[in-house]
């Protein structure tokens, strides 16, 4: 049963890749003249996305890479980089969406989290899918999709919800949005041959 489900997981590197596009398509949705409501909803997509992300890496991607090189200096700085996050996050929740600083805080999280995810898909990506081989790949991928759905479960009900308000104001960008997603699921789906 384990051996199937494995077989049938995406990789954690492509898993890795696919939750930088979303939450990067949220990014791109947050403008500063969209009113208070829905910059809150994308505002709050961002930062349960990223929480949900930076836990699984911690607990299972990064010490996965601690045993190929534990001193990677890209690697060293992840959990930093990650509490330096989690702390901007915190202060984003405190603010009201009505306030200018509001936006501050979410283009300079943008900032960070764009450096951060440069760094993860330039060295630590291609340095795991280089040592190890597709089933270790996919097995961590299966590790990964358990423990997301035991961190995603609580909040189910609110992120659907601001998704909804979040996407809601402009239909061209939910549709390319959505055919982001789809295109990602799609790739996620193929056999990673197919995809080279
Ligand atoms: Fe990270
Ligand atoms: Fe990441």
Redesign the pocket.
């Known amino acids: 049963m384990f051996s199937l489900s494995k077989k049938l997981s995406p990789t954690i590197t492509d898993m890795?890749r696919f939750?930088?596009s979303h939450v990067l398509v949220t990014f791109h949705q947050y403008t500063a003249d969209k009113n208070p409501k829905v910059r809150k909803a994308l505002a709050d997509t961002i930062c349960n996305a990223l929480e949900i992300?930076?836990t699984l890496?911690e607990e299972i991607?990064y010490p996965a890479m601690e045993m190929l090189d534990a001193q990677n200096d890209v690697l060293q700085k992840s959990v930093p980089e990650h509490q330096e996050m989690r702390e901007l996050i915190a202060e984003l929740r405190a603010t009201s969406a009505s306030s200018s600083r509001h936006n501050e805080i979410v283009m300079q999280l943008m900032r960070d989290v764009i450096h951060?995810?440069a760094d993860?898909e330039t060295v630590l990506l291609p340095k795991a899918e280089l040592t190890y081989n597709k089933d270790r790949l996919s097995e961590l991928g299966v590790q990964m999709t358990k423990r997301r759905l035991e961190l995603v479960a609580p909040k189910a009900g609110k992120i659907a919800m601001d998704t909804a308000i979040g996407f809601s104001g402009s239909t061209m960008a939910w549709i390319a949005g959505s055919a982001a997603v789809m295109l990602a699921l799609k790739r996620l789906a193929k056999p990673r041959a197919e995809i080279r």
Request: aromatic fraction near 10%.
């Open positions: 890795i939750d930088h992300h930076a890496e991607f951060h995810v993860e």
